[in-house]
């Protein structure tokens, strides 16, 4: 009975670690994942896939200057046109404030459900929180929920695995649910999102049920 006992308490101290996401990043590292986009809209499939980056342009541990960019785009098997990349107001979370110089607020919205909220405090499995973001200007509040699920070896490495909802306010929101894979220095290793009415400004009007998929380079 001695060696079950031990293996349980072993397990049980491993599941209760806590785990330190809130990280900061190198600004000379830049962060990249291959996406892949399955969206429906007015009937019709399409399929996208691109690189999604994001990189530390200038700021401090409260604001921050960050460019995102879409590379490689392919849609419905074509290559895609250019995308240049964009900037991007972010808090200390990692959070989404508005679009920096004179770009629309709806590149905001489309950036806003691919990214990791980071929580306040070091988390463990069970623990679950919400973060609202109202975002600088007219556009509408976003709150983001997390429960810590489980761990995961993922390519050999620990993860930690944790579920997420998406809400935004006002008429014709963005909502969704996801999973995140996270590893101990807080990186995002892989992610799965399923969102409705989500808006791509690149589409014009046109909004999408679409289900995201990334995984790090």
Do not use: C
């Not at 490689?72 to 995308?83: A, K, N």
């Not at 709150?143 to 761990?151: I, L, M, P, R, S």
């Amino acid at each position: 009975m001695l060696i079950p006992v031990i293996a349980l308490a072993i397990a049980m101290q491993k599941d209760s670690d806590t785990w330190n996401l809130n990280t900061t990043v190198d600004p000379k590292v830049k962060l990249s994942w291959d996406v892949t986009v399955d969206a429906q809209t007015e009937g019709q499939d399409h399929h996208a896939a691109f690189k999604l980056s994001r990189q530390l342009k200038s700021g401090d541990s409260k604001k921050s200057i960050v460019t995102f960019s879409w590379d490689h785009l392919e849609v419905d098997g074509q290559e895609g046109q250019e995308v240049t990349p964009w900037d991007a107001v972010v808090g200390s979370k990692g959070e989404i404030q508005k679009m920096d110089g004179d770009l629309d607020d709806s590149y905001r919205r489309m950036l806003s459900p691919l990214i990791f909220v980071t929580p306040e405090k070091p988390v463990a499995i069970g623990d679950k929180w919400t973060y609202d973001v109202k975002p600088t200007g007219a556009g509408a509040k976003i709150t983001y929920g997390y429960e810590v699920k489980k761990t995961e070896l993922l390519d050999g490495a620990q993860t930690i695995v944790l579920s997420s909802k998406f809400t935004e306010e006002g008429t014709e929101a963005s909502t969704g649910e996801g999973t995140w894979w996270l590893s101990r220095v807080g990186r995002v290793v892989k992610f799965e999102i399923k969102l409705k009415n989500w808006i791509v400004p690149m589409a014009g009007s046109t909004t999408f049920d679409a289900t995201i998929k990334g995984s790090a380079q």
